[in-house]
């Protein structure tokens, strides 16, 4: 599987979704990676993850922590919702889960593998 992170901008957010010890991924332009997108102005890191995921699959979560010393900015966020509504920008056949130890072996960030490494589904 490829994850393709590369095409994130400085100023980007990426939303780290894990539930039942997998990882939300859905498909850009050079594979598989985290949903990512842009601040609106003023919009905090947690609230853009948040959006992002919404718009580009349907699912609501909750970007509850920001973690540390990655660019683009990487939020975790609680899965609010097991399934996704309708009107997604990304189809269904370009949204997955993927086991985290498939996602923590991938061209991520250096604290999001941390961070998936270290994760214990509950």
Excluded: F, K, N
Excluded at 41 to 67: F, I, K, M, N, W
Excluded at 75 to 88: M, N
């Amino acid at each position: 599987m490829t994850i393709d992170q590369s095409g994130a901008s400085p100023s980007a957010v990426q939303a780290v979704v894990v539930y039942d010890g997998q990882v939300l991924l859905v498909r850009s332009h050079g594979g598989w990676g985290l949903p990512t997108g842009t601040p609106d102005l003023a919009e905090s890191p947690e609230a853009t993850a948040a959006r992002v995921v919404y718009e580009l699959t349907g699912y609501l979560v909750d970007g509850s922590q920001t973690l540390r010393d990655t660019a683009p900015a990487a939020v975790v966020c609680q899965l609010l919702t097991e399934s996704p509504s309708d009107g997604a920008d990304v189809p269904p056949e370009g949204i997955r889960w993927t086991a985290i130890e498939e996602a923590a072996e991938a061209a991520l960030p250096e604290a999001v593998r941390t961070y998936l490494l270290g994760h214990r589904p509950v």
